[in-house]
C-alpha cells in the first residue's frame, strides 16, 4: 500500500537558519507529490507540488525517486513559515486525485 | 466569492444523537472529498465524489455516510454518534482537469460525549 511518511513531528529552528522539512514516500509506479501547510487559524492549503518545479516563499523540494523522497528546503527560514506542513501523494493516474497525507511535520521559527 | 464552506464549524453533541455535517463550495468543481484527522495525526481520506449521485469510500473505514445530490454539496451524516467518533472532519474540493490540487474547508471539530 502507499504510504507518506514524515519522521519529524516538530521541527525547532531559529529565523535565519535553513530548514529541511523530510518526506519519503513508499509507492513503485509515477507519483505525484505535493506539500500542504497550514498556518495558525487558517485552512490546508497547497504550498507547492513537485510536477511545477516551483519555489513558493523561498521553499523549494525535489522529487528522489532513488530515494523515494521529497524533502522541503528552505535556506532562510522565516518567522512567518511557522506552521504544520504536510506531504501528500497522489498516485496517478487513476487515484481520482484522492491523497495520502503524512501525518505532519510542526515547524516552529524562532527569533 | 468561490469558496468552500463547512458547518458548523465546532460541535459537541451526546451519544446515539444523529448528525449532518454540511459542506457546500461555489468554485464549481467536480470532485469533492471528506478527511477525518486526529489531533497530531495524518489526515485519513474517508469518502470522496466524482459528481452528482457518484459517492466512494475512502481509505479509512467510517461509520458515517455522504451524499451528493447537487454538486456544490457534499454533507457527511452520522446516524449514531459515539465517543469514538471525536475527531476533525475536512471537507474538499478540486476544480476538473487538475485532479491534484485539493482545496479544504475550514473543517468541523466534532466532540462527541
Known amino acids: 500500500a502507499q504510504r507518506v511518511t514524515q519522521p519529524e513531528k516538530l521541527l525547532s529552528v531559529f529565523k535565519g537558519a535553513p530548514v529541511e522539512l523530510k518526506c519519503n514516500y513508499s509507492?513503485?509506479?509515477?507519483?505525484?507529490l505535493f506539500w500542504y501547510v497550514q498556518y495558525s487559524r487558517q485552512r490546508l492549503q497547497l504550498l507547492l507540488r513537485h510536477i511545477s518545479r516551483e519555489s513558493i516563499k523561498g521553499f523549494t523540494a525535489d522529487l528522489n525517486k532513488g530515494e523515494t523522497s521529497f524533502h522541503l528546503k528552505k535556506p532562510f527560514a522565516q518567522e512567518e513559515d511557522s506552521a504544520m506542513y504536510y506531504c501528500?501523494?497522489?498516485?496517478?493516474?487513476?487515484?481520482?486525485?484522492?491523497?495520502?497525507f503524512g501525518a505532519g511535520t510542526q515547524v516552529v521559527v524562532t527569533p | 466569492e468561490a469558496d468552500i464552506y463547512q458547518t458548523p464549524r465546532y460541535l459537541v453533541i451526546g451519544t446515539g444523537k444523529k448528525i449532518t455535517l454540511e459542506c457546500s463550495q461555489t468554485m464549481g468543481h467536480d470532485k469533492m472529498y471528506w478527511y477525518q484527522q486526529d489531533p497530531g495525526m495524518e489526515l485519513h481520506l474517508i469518502h470522496y465524489s466524482y459528481g452528482v449521485n457518484s459517492t466512494e469510500k475512502g481509505d479509512l473505514s467510517s461509520e458515517s455516510t455522504v451524499s451528493r445530490i447537487r454538486t456544490e454539496h457534499f454533507p457527511l451524516t452520522l446516524e449514531s454518534a459515539r465517543p469514538s467518533h471525536t475527531s476533525q472532519y475536512l471537507c474538499a474540493s478540486s476544480r476538473p482537469g487538475t485532479v491534484y490540487e485539493q482545496y479544504f474547508g475550514p473543517g468541523t471539530r466534532l466532540t462527541v460525549t
Open positions: 509507492y513503485s509506479g509515477s507519483p505525484e
Open positions: 501528500a501523494l497522489s498516485i496517478s493516474p487513476d487515484s481520482w486525485g484522492k491523497l495520502q
